[in-house]
């Protein structure tokens, strides 16, 4: 089944039985998606798996967009989540601006810097992708971050295909070292999934964003996520404001490559086409190879 006959099948099944048509929409990785007219409502984002990860994995996500919502920044409102559907209120494109991105730098700033938080995690496991996204509780940043975010892929089928046994020995080499890599920093509430495709704007014009992947995290992941994929020339105010706004040091873009690490691996694990992140992995391990 086509996947706009499959959507519209899921909505009716769901007892939304106004929805006259879906568009498929392209963007997302992981799901089919699209909006969904409807003749007397305005129109509507809805989101399935032809065959589900999980029957939590839409509640996860409703769940890290209110908390990301209840702290500030905009998401579009959870119309349905069930096992088999997530339907959301339309947003729009962002506009391509420097004014856009200074304000997503000012929500940002003010989600990672006011919800400080003593240990890592989060209350349930929820999901990146197809894959789920372990939040088992930690005190320490650095272990959390290597277990949980690093080493946890290197038993995929995929990412054990790409890699050599030394490349995994230099990971583990880069994971014991985090503490000499990486400054000492908070957790704080994270969107965990901001590559660029996920901000959008609301209809009033505001950043907005989609897809988290919420966890207490260090807010560098979502800083480096942004960096590294793709982000727009208007977007130079964004990380300029970003950095005054929460005071970073003048060293972080050299961070990026590690943090972004847990990305790369997670995309390596799910995709045939894995978009370079082999690559960029062996590179960022590369110094690593032997223990000296």
Not at 40 to 64: H, I, N, T, Y
Not at 154 to 161: D, I, K, N, T
Not at 210 to 236: C, G, K, Q
Request: glycine share 6%; hydrophobic share 45%; with cysteine.
């Amino acid at each position: 089944m086509e996947s706009a006959a499959f959507l519209l099948e899921r909505l009716h099944r769901a007892g939304m039985r106004d929805v006259v048509a879906v568009e498929p929409v392209t963007g997302g990785l992981a799901a089919l998606a699209g909006m969904a007219t409807r003749p007397d409502a305005p129109p509507v984002f809805v989101k399935a798996f032809a065959d589900a990860p999980s029957d939590d994995v839409f509640a996860a996500e409703a769940e890290g967009l209110a908390a990301l919502r209840a702290n500030g920044m905009a998401t579009p409102d959870v119309l349905l989540a069930n096992p088999e559907l997530l339907v959301l209120s339309a947003l729009r494109p962002r506009p391509g601006s420097e004014a856009f991105w200074e304000r997503f730098a000012h929500a940002l700033a003010h989600l990672h810097t006011s919800t400080v938080h003593p240990r890592f995690g989060w209350h349930r496991d929820n999901w990146l992708g197809r894959r789920r996204q372990i939040n088992t509780w930690n005190d320490d940043g650095y272990s959390f971050f290597a277990e949980h975010r690093l080493l946890r892929w290197l038993g995929e089928p995929r990412v054990e295909a790409a890699l050599d046994a030394a490349d995994r020995a230099a990971l583990e080499r880069l994971c014991h070292r985090l503490p000499e890599l990486l400054p000492t920093r908070p957790a704080c509430l994270t969107h965990g999934d901001l590559w660029t495709q996920n901000l959008l704007a609301t209809p009033d014009g505001r950043p907005a964003l989609i897809d988290p992947a919420v966890s207490y995290m260090w807010a560098e992941v979502d800083l480096a996520h942004v960096w590294t994929t793709a982000p727009p020339p208007e977007a130079h105010r964004f990380f300029q404001v970003y950095a005054e706004l929460t005071a970073l040091d003048s060293g972080w873009q050299s961070r990026m490559p590690i943090i972004q690490l847990r990305q790369h691996l997670a995309v390596l694990a799910q995709f045939d086409n894995d978009w370079g992140a082999a690559d960029l992995i062996r590179a960022t391990v590369a110094p690593f190879r032997t223990s000296a």
